[in-house]
């Protein structure tokens, strides 16, 4: 990764206080604290704001967050599946060990992230502006990156199989110890790519290449 991310700054975990979600508002700001161990169920609110919060085995549970902001923002070992966070804005948040299966990152805005040893199969960042992102040891099997503008975007040693880039320009990111048989992308898209030799043969079909 030839490129810098910001940590979260999040305060000495003694001086946060630990805090229940029993009901999420619109637009409702919540900040330095501790939400851990408890499941977040039914909330439908946009525009939620969370700075400075440390997630800990935390389950949301049929959640509609649309346009949530997440800032200096932790989540461990936590199942956001299938929650929608589209449009959400994401700066200064680790995501560590969490399962993001089928969550909607749809039109979202991510800066200074790591997805890090966690499982977004089906995951999806369509229309998403992701800058200074990291994923790591993640199984990311069609994972949906459709029309994406990716700027300092490192993938290392995930799970792609399937994973779709079509109209995401894959200029200067490393593919190459990822593991995938195929993807769904054009052409075009993969001018600067970097890939390894083995998985140039996944890629021969879009050049109309046959090989023996």
Do not use: W
């Amino acid at each position: 990764m030839n490129f810098k991310i910001e940590a979260p700054k999040i305060p000495a975990l003694t001086s946060l206080e630990t805090v229940q979600i029993d009901f999420l508002q619109s637009k409702e700001e919540i900040t330095r604290c501790i939400i851990s161990d408890c499941i977040i169920e039914g909330q439908e609110a946009s525009k939620v704001s969370f700075d400075k919060v440390l997630f800990k085995n935390v389950t949301f549970v049929e959640c509609s967050l649309p346009g949530i902001e997440l800032t200096d923002t932790l989540f461990e070992n936590c199942d956001l599946s299938n929650v929608d966070f589209s449009g959400a804005f994401v700066h200064r948040t680790v995501f560590q060990q969490c399962r993001m299966v089928g969550t909607d990152f749809a039109d979202a805005r991510f800066q200074n992230v790591r997805v890090l040893e966690s499982l977004g199969d089906m995951a999806a960042f369509r229309f998403a502006n992701l800058k200074q992102v990291a994923f790591e040891h993640c199984s990311l099997l069609s994972a949906d990156y459709y029309q994406s503008v990716l700027h300092s975007l490192a993938f290392s040693g995930c799970k792609l199989d399937q994973a779709t880039f079509s109209g995401s320009r894959l200029k200067g990111i490393d593919l190459s110890d990822c593991d995938f048989t195929g993807l769904h992308v054009e052409i075009e898209d993969l001018n600067g790519c970097i890939i390894s030799a083995q998985q140039a043969a996944s890629f021969a079909g879009l050049l109309g290449l046959v090989i023996k």
